[in-house]
């Protein structure tokens, strides 16, 4: 990793964004991190290298959001790699779920993503380069009983960064987001993942499928430390992917996922095309 490049992570703290920073400065690389709560983060990090720049970012305000990319830029002349990890898990039948809950979800998955995009881009525009990487999940492309509103929010980081990706490529700046499984992070304890209060007993599928998941806190298959190398050594390629799946889980149900849509597509072309002039 010879090319020193300043990156920008959101969500650092914990799970990959943690992992994400502490193996770019022990590379050697530029790191601005933002975190709810400054203090925690600089604890977490363990380091007061001048290469850290730790920030207190609320993600969901824009004056916030642009504040921290313009402190980034200052102090480190350039912004080339943008990590959207900021997210958290939302579990529960959509009855089940209020408005603000789910209004909160979209916030924290959606738009905290998108006031990143819309702020750094004049930094990357001007540059003629970059690489925004937006962290999304497989439930975005197949999602389980039980996380309906969770898998909207990811289903619509996808379909933003695949049309972001056309709108920037003009401009020599890549996208590409990320769809892990289920990795060893703090994803399924309480301070990450919400699960709604007032379950209806007819639900039984989704009660069993947050039983399931809830179960496999510490036994998930995938490594975090792993998925963070994997995303860093993907922004040295020549040609990153646009979308990048991480963990075998992940492989495994995006192909049962393309399988089962190219089965139903064929079954029903008649119909399809029958509604043309």
């Known amino acids: 990793m010879d090319n020193k490049k300043v990156w920008f992570i959101t969500g ?6 943690l992992s994400l920073v502490k193996q770019l400065l022990d590379a050697g ?3 601005a991190a933002t975190s709810r709560n400054q203090q925690e983060l600089v604890a977490a990090v363990g380091s007061n290298s001048s290469d850290f720049l730790p920030l207190q970012v609320d993600l969901l305000n824009e004056s916030s959001v642009s504040l921290a990319l313009q402190h980034t830029h200052e102090t480190f ?3 080339d790699v943008v990590i ?4 958290y898990g939302i579990g529960g039948a959509i009855e089940e779920l209020t408005d603000a809950e789910t209004r909160t979800a979209f916030d924290v998955n959606v738009f905290a993503t998108v006031n990143v995009i819309r702020f750094v881009m004049p930094y990357l525009r001007k540059q003629r380069s970059g690489h925004i990487i937006n962290i999304a999940s497989i439930a975005g492309i197949t999602g389980g009983t039980g996380w309906a509103v ?3 929010a990811k289903s619509a980081v996808i379909g933003l960064s695949e049309v972001l990706a056309l709108d920037v490529k003009a401009l020599g700046i890549k996208v590409t987001v990320v ?3 289920a990795f060893r992070t703090s994803f399924l304890m309480a301070d990450s993942l919400t699960i709604t209060q007032s379950p209806i007993a007819e639900y039984e599928d989704v009660r069993h499928s947050h039983c399931k998941y809830r179960s496999m806190n510490g036994q998930q298959a995938g490594d975090p430390e792993k998925a963070a190398a994997s995303i860093i050594n993907m922004v040295y390629e020549e040609n990153p992917p646009l979308c990048l799946l991480l963990g075998g889980d992940a492989y ?3 192909l049962t996922k393309l399988d089962g849509l190219y089965k139903e597509i064929h079954k029903w072309e008649d119909t399809t095309c029958a509604t043309d002039f």
């Open 12 to 17: 650092a703290s914990k799970g990959f964004g």
């Open 29 to 31: 690389q530029l790191v």
């Open 77 to 79: 002349g350039r912004i």
């Open 84 to 87: 959207n990890n900021a997210g």
């Open 150 to 152: 969770y898998a909207a």
């Open 179 to 181: 769809a892990p499984g």
């Open 252 to 254: 495994n149900r995006a």
